[in-house]
């Protein structure tokens, strides 16, 4: 029998009951039950709503959180350096804050690092047996169901969802600070077979997969000439400024391919995700920008940003970076699925730092924030389910903006995307002194690119089955 997820009232009372403000559920209830997303069949959206709940978890509330409506305009750079110091002070500790819906990223996911106290909800919340036992369930249910899926995209997405779940049920129990009770362990296997099960079926073969691929970019030249993506930076926060066709097509657009760093952010993200990066220097030729990267690395390394010394770049450089998931293909091989879940662009609009009270940082600095919205992705296929978040959208610290991102941030604070931006790339330095890419060696070789995204290995004899990884049961990812 499918598991009867609770009423939407139930849901707000149990938050209120675990000391969410009332305000706060006011901003942010219209998303704490997503609107329908998987439509081939019954149990899909059941599995996502119970995979990935809406949390409420204990949380700093910042200056920046709380000052996110309020107008600010510098008249010099000491008032400019005092609001991005103090925008990260806590006002509020330990608040309830309900987490959107809107972001691909799991919560879970959110919860496997080592900082703090979070490492204990892993047990207590992920393997308790209702959990366990309701997923399980679920999981069976859509076995037994006859899909039939609108769209390879759709397919694909699901599977990236099942994916994403399973990679945490993998690594839960790497991260926990006391020891697991048996009964949880084996709840946990019990769950991955379950899980396993799934992605078995939801391979992708070769003619779905560049059905996927083509459908993309269809979408993508429907998108850039009927939905509101602006092509050349206008440097207005009100224009949704999204470059990505040029990019890809290499129009006026270089990708920043890295040398032996080349995995790092596929292992980052343990082999669910591609990332790629892209500049584009006004006046300067491909070959012109990669000597002065190779000069910078070689002169700096990894101080860039930390110096100010750093040859500056001409007035409206721009830098793109394109985090897109990877697909399961029956092969037995992980394939990037070219399908974007994050797009992240800054763009310097004057050469030397200058008060600017429409950019982001008020130096010159614009800002633009895309993630991937799963109803908007199969709904309307021209907007790619890319939604715009603006500079004063509340945000978690850290590369994970939707969740707390406990691996790579100080505490799980409320910010908002202004302030993570400031705080993590501009809190002193100004244009090229803030690109982190910069500090990365280039790939000079184009036919000995070391990335393979083989994550998977089939069995011999076999090319229908993988072989999942033994150790910590990572998939058999290479380090």
């Known amino acids: 029998m499918p598991i009867k997820m609770p009423s939407f009232i139930q849901g707000l009372v149990r938050l209120v009951k675990r000391g969410v403000p009332f305000y706060l559920l006011l901003s942010f209830s219209p998303v704490l039950y997503a609107q329908p997303v998987y439509t081939f069949a019954r149990n899909a959206d059941l599995f996502l709503k119970f995979a990935?709940?809406?949390?409420?978890?204990?949380?700093?509330?910042?200056?920046?959180?709380?000052?996110?409506?309020?107008?600010?305009?510098?008249?010099?750079?000491?008032?400019?350096?005092?609001?991005?110091?103090?925008?990260?002070?806590?006002?509020?500790?330990?608040a309830g804050y309900p987490i959107p819906e809107v972001g691909i990223e799991s919560y879970w996911l959110s919860l496997l690092g080592r900082n703090g106290n979070y490492a204990d909800l892993i047990p207590s919340q992920l393997l308790a047996e209702t959990n366990t036992s309701g997923l399980i369930a679920i999981c069976s249910n859509l076995m037994s169901e006859k899909w039939a899926f609108s769209s390879p995209a759709e397919k694909a997405l699901f599977q990236r969802d099942v994916f994403q779940l399973y990679y945490v049920y993998v690594n839960c129990t790497n991260y926990t600070k006391t020891s697991l009770p048996g009964n949880a362990l084996a709840g946990r296997d019990r769950t991955l077979a379950s899980l396993r099960g799934l992605l078995d079926r939801l391979r992708l073969d070769a003619r779905q997969y560049q059905r996927l691929a083509n459908d993309f970019v269809e979408n993508l030249n429907r998108g850039t000439r009927d939905h509101p993506f602006e092509e050349d930076n206008p440097f207005d926060p009100a224009l949704n400024f999204l470059p990505l066709r040029r990019a890809r097509d290499g129009a006026g657009w270089f990708e920043m391919r890295f040398d032996a760093s080349q995995n790092r952010h596929f292992n980052h993200y343990g082999g669910r995700s591609f990332v790629r990066v892209f500049a584009r220097v006004p006046g300067w030729s491909p070959e012109r920008f990669y000597a002065y990267w190779d000069e910078v690395y070689d002169k700096f390394g990894d101080w860039v940003h930390l110096n100010s010394h750093v040859p500056a770049l001409p007035a409206g450089s721009q830098f793109m970076l394109v985090r897109t998931f990877s697909v399961l293909m029956q092969d037995g091989t992980v394939t990037d699925s070219g399908i974007p879940e994050e797009i992240l662009i800054r763009a310097f609009k004057t050469a030397g730092s200058a008060i600017d009270c429409q950019s982001s940082d008020f130096r010159g600095t614009?800002?633009?924030?895309?993630?991937?919205?799963?109803?908007?992705?199969?709904?309307?296929?021209?907007?790619?389910?890319?939604?715009?978040?603006?500079?004063?959208?509340?945000?978690?610290?850290?590369?994970?903006?939707?969740?707390?991102?406990?691996?790579?941030s100080r505490d799980a604070g409320v910010a908002t995307v202004r302030y993570n931006c400031i705080s993590c790339h501009a809190l002193v330095h100004y244009g090229s002194s803030t690109l982190f890419s910069l500090e990365r060696p280039r790939l000079k070789e184009p036919g000995a690119d070391p990335f393979s995204g083989m994550l998977l290995r089939a069995v011999p004899g076999k090319p229908s089955k993988y072989v999942w990884g033994q150790q910590n049961e990572n998939l058999g990812l290479d380090q």
Not at 64 to 93: H, L, S, Y
Request: net charge negative; glycine share 4%.
């Open 366 to 408: 614009y800002y633009y924030v895309y993630k991937l919205n799963r109803h908007l992705f199969l709904t309307e296929p021209a907007s790619l389910g890319l939604v715009r978040y603006s500079d004063t959208a509340p945000t978690f610290y850290g590369f994970y903006q939707d969740v707390p991102d406990l691996n790579t």
């Open 52 to 94: 990935f709940p809406t949390p409420c978890v204990p949380v700093n509330l910042t200056v920046a959180f709380e000052e996110r409506t309020r107008r600010f305009a510098p008249t010099n750079f000491d008032q400019i350096m005092f609001k991005n110091n103090v925008w990260g002070d806590v006002t509020e500790t330990q």
